[in-house]
């Protein structure tokens, strides 16, 4: 199965779930016809399934392995649906974040909550709009994990250590995250432990290892693909940093610099406080959480780049790939399973959106 063959599965699996999920909001009434309508669109129409395709990957690992059982017959029916479920998980993860962030813009679309208080608005009901389109989203991500969770009951029952703790850890990352903002926490070990738990696990590390026990892997080499994800992870997050200041919104389809507006304690960020002369470090402490000009933005992106922070990050980011690519040559697998997964650790660093 190529990747290709994966991406168009899982996009196969999604939708015939979701339609199953509309005949029962028919059934039930129109505003749960309408939130599931929502995160249709928000899963089917954006993404770039990654999670299914590093899944994909860890199985191959598994089963390059000298003398590795053959895998059964509905294998790849099982790792398909393991996409799924990983792409619902990160539906409910980024449909909450953007709540949290008060993002206006995902994908280059409106945010679900923006989405549901301009129908508010539009509709000229009762209370307060934004307050009726966080609401909704709220449980909108809400049934996104929960469809997770169904699909993930479907398949061997090896895999739900790991599946729980994935789940733990993406909430644990975001708690993480907000209390970060909160303290205004300008640490760097304090920016890395987000990232591990927030977004390098359920986003490399845990569908590697999910994809490797669906395959038979050894508690061993489980282990070994779980650091290498961890540093892939972090390698993905720490270009998602730089993006987020740097990137062109016509390709991220995110407003450039809103991680600074809304006051992320990015690695980046926290590289800035740690290595900017006291008058730039105070500069960007001041702009950090406040609505930017275009003027205030290229101040922070200066400060960024003059003190070295933006560097610091690159490194940061080749450093964690090279580490991840030894132990990738490493692993004890077929050369085409090595090649599998080292192609994907160059594609998910070396991105612009």
């Not at 998980?89 to 949290?100: E, K, S």
């Not at 061997?156 to 903002?181: F, H, K, N, Y």
Request: negative net charge.
């Amino acid at each position: 199965m190529t990747d290709a063959d994966l991406v168009d599965r899982v996009q196969h699996r999604l939708a015939g779930l979701f339609d199953d999920a509309r005949a029962d909001a028919d059934r039930i009434g129109a505003p749960v016809r309408e939130a599931t309508d929502s995160l249709a669109d928000f899963v089917l129409l954006g993404g770039k399934r990654v999670r299914p395709l590093f899944a994909d990957a860890g199985r191959a690992v598994a089963h390059g392995v000298a003398g590795a059982a053959p895998l059964p017959d509905d294998s790849d029916d099982d790792i398909v649906t393991l996409g799924a479920a990983l792409e619902l998980v990160q539906a409910c993860a980024l449909v909450h974040d953007d709540i949290i962030d008060a993002s206006d813009t995902r994908r280059g679309n409106p945010t679900v909550h923006r989405v549901f208080a301009a129908r508010h608005r539009a509709g000229d009901w009762q209370g307060d709009p934004d307050r009726f389109g966080e609401s909704v989203a709220i449980l909108v991500g809400d049934l996104a994990l929960a469809w997770a969770d169904d699909l993930a009951t479907g398949l061997p029952a090896r895999i739900a250590p790991a599946w729980r703790t994935m789940r733990t850890e993406v909430l644990a990352g975001q708690l993480l995250d907000i209390g970060s903002e909160a303290r205004r926490d300008e640490s760097l070990d304090a920016a890395l432990r987000v990232i591990v738990y927030k977004t390098a696990g359920y986003t490399v590390a845990r569908p590697l290892q999910l994809g490797a026990v669906l395959g038979g892997a050894d508690d061993r080499l489980v282990g070994d693909l779980r650091a290498i994800g961890l540093d892939l992870g972090l390698a993905f997050q720490l270009r998602d940093d730089l993006l987020g200041v740097y990137g062109d919104p016509a390709v991220t389809g995110k407003p450039s610099g809103d991680d600074l507006v809304t006051g992320k304690r990015t690695v980046l960020v926290a590289e800035g406080f740690d290595r900017a002369d006291g008058h730039g470090a105070a500069r960007l402490r001041g702009l950090l959480g406040t609505d930017l000009t275009d003027e205030d933005l290229a101040d922070a992106r200066a400060i960024l780049t003059d003190s070295g922070a933006q560097r610091a990050v690159e490194s940061r980011i080749d450093a964690a790939l090279a580490s991840a690519l030894h132990g990738i040559d490493a692993l004890p697998t077929s050369d085409g399973a090595r090649a599998q997964l080292a192609a994907l650790a160059h594609r998910i660093t070396h991105r612009a959106s």
